[in-house]
């Protein structure tokens, strides 16, 4: 018989269903619970909510696991190759040979951006933000290919996946380009999917930006590493839009403005200003989180802490050994490592992070690799948000091909005015 809970109400007992996944976690089915109870559940930051079931990617936060369809993603870091992971994510395997060279023509053929698009960029201000801007413009794309508007069609998935993925680092190094005020460069056919990106970031007319294999290694794993995280904040957006079925364009906008925030993707920014600010010599890191642990300080120590991971966040951990390899590799030194480092040493041996499982997270260690590799600071969040997007593809396709999915509309408990008259202060 199927397990089930007991919950008593006014005297009265219901038997609400178990459901168990395939690593054993198990969760209660309150599918019926309002209709034969009256109750809803209060889960303010939903800490204690599924809201689907998903077969993309496992964490265990207690024991620092993370796996892309069953791989953990330690086994990426020798041959990193990003393409290759956004097809096992989006459509549940590892490609073969025929479909990853298929894939990779797509992205090629499908790089540039409509021409008319691309004056649009001339409309935002040199300081706008780039993260707004790739917001607005993969929105924008679904003006240009009304052809991908339908969210029914299963075939059109590799079609559709392969133009957003490839658009995204156009749009992304244009908007770049845009707030240095320098001339768009166009996508390399003859480039693999990173180098092409840091082409279209660094090439100038006058001069070819060559990427060497450390530098291609690094970024392929990095945006590897970002790829997907389950149910988290911009994921569960891009989910919650495509619930009522708008089109992947406008539900992975949506992701991006998420991601945005900088409680979310936008922490990477803030951990470099963190060590920048140390390096300057306004806080030493001892004084830095010895006001992190004030509440009354708003500070925080950025890149620690995770709302799944209490133990260790296992990104953070291969992209702790990534730094050290590329810093040694490209025979560099960068003075907020060694911030970055002792902060760590210093909230790991006290007993405010310890007792509350404060670690380091994916963007502690993101911002410095970004730095050696040349990527501007406000370019960072935009990366994540590359990374990230054949996670939020597979998760709005998932949706889509799900018999048991709704449109996504929670509840709430009402804690306004009881019914009040009308009475206006207006005179006249
Ligand atoms: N520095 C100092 N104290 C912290 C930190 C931190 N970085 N993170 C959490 N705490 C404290 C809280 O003040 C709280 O203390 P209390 O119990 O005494 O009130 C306790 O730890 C629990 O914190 P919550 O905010 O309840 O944890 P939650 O799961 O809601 O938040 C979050 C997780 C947002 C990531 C948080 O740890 C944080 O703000 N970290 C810094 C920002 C950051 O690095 N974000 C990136 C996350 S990874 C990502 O999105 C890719």
Request: hydrophobic share 40%; aromatic share 10%; with cysteine.
């Amino acid at each position: 018989m199927a397990e089930t809970v007991t919950l008593q109400v006014d005297g009265k007992e219901y038997h609400l269903p178990l459901v168990q996944g395939t690593e054993g976690e198990r969760a209660i089915d309150i599918t019926r619970l309002r209709a034969e109870t009256g109750l809803i559940t209060l889960d303010p930051g939903y800490a204690n909510t599924g809201s689907c079931e998903s077969a993309i990617t496992y964490i265990d936060g207690e024991q620092g696991i993370l796996r892309y369809r069953g791989i953990p993603i330690e086994q990426f870091e020798n041959h990193p190759n990003f393409v290759e992971v956004a097809w096992l994510l989006i459509f549940g395997k590892l490609p073969d040979q025929q479909e990853y060279a298929r894939f990779s023509e797509a992205l090629t053929n499908t790089a540039n951006i409509d021409e008319s698009m691309k004056h649009n960029f001339q409309g935002f201000p040199r300081s706008a933000p780039p993260m707004a801007i790739l917001s607005a413009m993969i929105n924008a794309l679904s003006c240009f290919h009304p052809e991908f508007r339908k969210v029914d069609d299963p075939d059109q998935l590799e079609a559709v996946a392969a133009r957003l993925i490839s658009k995204i680092r156009t749009i992304a190094a244009y908007a770049y380009r845009r707030s240095r005020g320098k001339p768009v460069m166009y996508p390399d056919p003859k480039l693999r999917y990173v180098t092409n990106f840091l082409h279209m970031m660094f090439s100038q007319p006058y001069e070819e930006y060559i990427c060497d294999d450390i530098t291609q290694d690094a970024l392929n794993l990095l945006l590897i590493l970002h790829a997907d995280h389950e149910q988290n904040c911009s994921t569960s957006t891009v989910r919650m839009v495509g619930s009522s079925q708008a089109n992947l364009f406008t539900s992975c906008a949506s992701g991006v403005s998420a991601l945005w925030g900088p409680l979310h993707g936008g922490a990477n920014v803030q951990v470099i200003d963190m060590l920048k600010h140390i390096h300057e010599g306004q806080m030493t890191p001892e004084e830095y989180v010895r006001r992190a642990k004030e509440k009354t300080s708003g500070e925080r120590l950025m890149g620690f802490g995770h709302r799944v991971y209490k133990n260790f966040d296992p990104r953070a951990v291969v992209l702790q050994r990534t730094a050290e390899r590329l810093f040694r590799k490209m025979n560099k030194h960068d003075p907020l490592l060694d911030i970055a480092r002792k902060l760590e040493e210093i909230a790991l041996a006290d007993s405010y992070f310890v007792e509350r499982k404060l670690y380091p997270n994916v963007d502690f260690y993101s911002g410095v690799i970004l730095r050696a590799i040349g990527i501007p600071v406000n370019m960072f969040t935009v990366i994540f948000a590359i990374g990230r997007l054949p996670g939020w593809i597979a998760h709005w396709a998932e949706q889509n091909a799900s018999s048991t999915a709704r449109i996504s509309r929670p509840r709430q408990i009402y804690t306004g005015n009881p019914e009040t008259r009308y009475v206006s202060l207006l005179k006249g």
